[in-house]
């Protein structure tokens, strides 16, 4: 079974872009997480999607926003990119809430 | 909401010698807990994982214990080799809810040969 894929695995950007990355989950799960991981920060959550609905978010501003097709697939689009965006920006697929989740490579996102 | 702190920060030891990480938890309704490994450029890998109905779970040279009544969990590795080197990341969620699974900050392990 193929894991969890994102592309594109590397981005740089500039300040006031906006960006879209992509998260295809493992067959048959349809709950995607995405998380940012900074150094030193840890792992921390942005938002939870199941079956197209966003079931849980985090404290992220409006900028951070996330979407999720029926096929299971993800987005995230942040806007407005600043400099402190730049992080890992990491995808974990579930076959539901609560259940052992799995990451994909992630995509590092630089803004200069 | 739960919250999990992760225990040391930090942690070289010696080849072969044996490696401890500590977290607490906050939820006593907290029943599933993971635990992850990520090596560097990676995505964290899960490693192993215990529910709140087992007390102890081994897989090879790893275990993890669980105590539900101090509401705490500890990842052990044994005879460590230098490829267990990688940031090491323990996780709470309550399974059935819909609450997020929460981690800790996460522990660097750093095994000298």
């Known amino acids: 079974k193929a894991g969890v894929t994102q592309t594109p695995r590397y981005l740089i950007k500039t300040r006031g872009q906006q960006v879209t990355l992509s998260c295809s989950p493992i067959s048959g799960h349809r709950s995607v997480s995405w998380y940012q991981q900074t150094p030193g920060q840890g792992l921390q959550f942005l938002f939870e999607?199941?079956?197209?609905?966003?079931?849980n978010k985090g404290n992220f501003p409006g900028r951070f926003s996330g979407r999720q097709f029926s096929n299971s697939r993800s987005e995230m689009n942040v806007s407005t990119l600043e400099l402190g965006d730049s992080a890992l920006y990491l995808c974990?697929?579930?076959?539901?809430?609560?259940?052992?989740?799995?990451f994909g490579p992630g995509t590092r996102l630089t803004v200069l | 909401g739960e919250n999990v702190e992760q225990h040391p920060s930090t942690l070289s030891v010696q080849e072969g010698d044996s490696a401890v990480i500590k977290c607490t938890y906050s939820d006593s309704a907290s029943n599933y807990f993971p635990w992850y490994k990520q090596e560097l450029g990676k995505g964290p890998q899960l490693i192993i994982d215990i529910r709140s109905n087992v007390g102890e779970k081994k897989d090879q040279r790893i275990a993890v214990t669980l105590n539900k009544t101090a509401k705490h969990f500890s990842l052990h590795i044994t005879e460590t080799q230098p490829e267990d080197s990688a940031v090491y990341f323990c996780a709470a969620i309550r399974q059935g809810g819909s609450e997020k699974l929460v981690f800790g900050k996460g522990t660097k392990l750093t095994v000298n040969p």
């Open positions: 999607y199941f079956s197209e609905t966003q079931r």
């Open positions: 974990a697929s579930s076959l539901d809430t609560g259940t052992s989740q799995f």
